[in-house]
């Protein structure tokens, strides 16, 4: 495996589940980001991570819970979504959390939430 | 009004014409980024800029800092440039990664 991978690539999922994505970079780098990207709206930050440790919660509803255990992995736990948290996530890396880097890009995870 | 604005929104061109997409921010800076999104969802980045101009195959992006003014330029279009372009940029803040805030995107179509 190369790059950044996402999965599943596609969940369909009830308001009352508990469901998990789970984003892998086989980069070697330190820095991993959660976006969410909504039908007619931009992609938003949700969360950044630096060396396994949160820098930066844009205000995200506690139904998302992010996870860190390495620099290689990252989750985004979900429990008692609702219909608008239907959107496509993504996952992205970068090299080194002390400066702006280039940002690599997961193919996402296409959820709806019924 | 957001921070980050594209423009235009939808742009539909003929194979071979010159294309430039426009972006222009509100924030400080430390990088601007152009990326690229296919049907499906992928994104690919194809700049990261903090000056000047920056070129690569078909595609240069230029930045003006003073202005907070970048555009996307694509020579000699082709269909498989069709993709929506979305204009991001990392903020200027002391140290640690930046999640990006993004445009809305630039839906291009190249007709053959």
């Known amino acids: 495996e190369t790059g950044v991978t996402q999965t599943p690539r596609h969940l369909v999922m009830g308001m009352t589940n508990k469901k998990s994505l789970k984003c892998e970079q086989h980069?070697?780098?330190?820095?991993m980001y959660w976006y969410k990207q909504s039908a007619k709206k931009p992609l938003e930050l949700m969360f950044v991570?630096?060396?396994?440790?949160?820098?930066e919660n844009n205000s995200v509803p506690s139904r998302f819970s992010p996870e860190c255990p390495n620099s290689s992995h990252l989750f985004l736990h979900l429990h008692t979504l609702q219909p608008e948290d239907s959107a496509l996530y993504l996952c992205?890396?970068?090299?080194?959390?002390?400066?702006?880097?280039?940002?690599?890009f997961g193919p996402g995870t296409r959820l709806t939430v019924l | 009004k957001n921070e980050v604005e594209q423009s235009p929104q939808n742009l539909t061109a003929q194979e071979g014409e010159f294309i430039t997409i426009n972006c222009s921010y509100s924030?400080?800076?430390?990088?601007l980024h152009w990326l690229q999104q296919h049907p499906g969802g992928g994104i690919v980045s194809l700049f990261m800029?903090?000056?000047g101009k920056k070129k690569h195959g078909r595609l240069i992006a230029t930045i003006n800092i003073q202005e907070k003014h970048s555009s996307l330029h694509i020579t000699a279009s082709h269909p498989r440039d069709s993709a929506v372009y979305i204009c991001?940029?990392?903020?200027?803040?002391?140290?640690?990664?930046?999640?990006?805030?993004f445009g809305k995107g630039t839906h291009l179509i190249i007709q053959p």
């Open positions: 980069l070697g780098h330190n820095a």
């Open positions: 992205a890396s970068s090299q080194n959390p002390g400066r702006t880097d280039t940002q690599y």
């Open positions: 924030v400080g800076i430390s990088a």
């Open positions: 991001a940029v990392s903020r200027a803040q002391g140290g640690g990664a930046d999640g990006l805030t």
């Open positions: 991570y630096n060396f396994k440790e949160q820098t």
């Open positions: 800029l903090s000056s």
